[in-house]
């Protein structure tokens, strides 16, 4: 089974308005983190926001939330008031915790933004 | 303070050629690792470096594919007899790599900008 599924390969947004991007996930481990990517065109990986298994809250960061649903296993990223900069492919990631080394890529969303 | 720096930007090389692709991780970040990235594709991991031991390798696709890290910091990804399937971004990541945080899985990684390969 995929670690982390994203099933969006494209979405397109109007400028302002808000955007969920899906991620699911699959993990045994009750430790683990979840993260979110943003790629722009220039390919560098910019680490945007993370949430941790055990944390109560949803993470926030400024116009970033991550709708985190346990029992779903799932982490959604929230983009509010959409900026043309946000136009990019965004991946979605896992980490888990004692046990594991890597982090698990979900295939990516392609985010347009049209003005 | 400085981020994660990879050189060379850019590498055209030619097939059976080897190469070498830097990275320079954040200073004090224990964990280190690579990852390449094929046009429109996701991440597929390499291989990680954590302080000093063993890495783990499980994601090298094939044996002319190495890496090592020498005195925990600088890492060098080589790639010999390189192949036209070789042709990627390779991106190098580290993160802290504190006991608590790769307990909770809560370790962050931060990017370099990547090594295009391009074998011809």
């Known amino acids: 089974a995929q670690k982390i599924t994203q099933t969006q390969p494209g979405m397109f947004v109007q400028e302002k308005e808000a955007v969920t991007l899906d991620c699911t996930y699959d993990t045994s481990d009750p430790s683990y983190g979840l993260f979110w990517y943003k790629q722009p065109s220039s390919g560098e990986m910019i680490f945007l926001i993370y949430q941790g298994s055990y944390d109560q809250q949803n993470a926030t960061e400024g116009r970033y939330s991550l709708n985190f649903q346990k029992a779903r296993k799932s982490a959604n990223l929230v983009i509010s008031a959409s900026q043309l900069g946000d136009s990019a492919m965004y991946f979605c990631a896992m980490r888990e915790g004692p046990t594991g080394n890597q982090f698990y890529f979900g295939t990516g969303t392609s985010l347009t933004v049209i003005p | ?120």
């Open chain 2, 1 to 120: 303070g400085a981020g994660v720096s990879q050189s060379p930007s850019n590498k055209v090389t030619e097939k059976g050629k080897d190469v070498e692709l830097r990275c320079d991780p954040i200073s004090g970040h224990t964990a280190l690792y690579w990852y390449r990235q094929s046009l429109g594709q996701g991440l597929e991991f390499l291989i990680y470096f954590q302080g000093n031991s063993a890495p783990d390798k499980s994601g090298l696709p094939s044996d002319r594919f190495s890496a090592e890290r020498t005195g925990g910091s600088v890492s060098t990804l080589t790639i010999q007899r390189t192949q036209q399937e070789d042709s990627a971004v390779y991106l190098c990541a580290s993160s802290p790599g504190t006991v608590q945080e790769s307990y909770y899985g809560t370790d962050t990684q931060y990017f370099g900008p990547g090594t295009r390969l391009t074998v011809l």
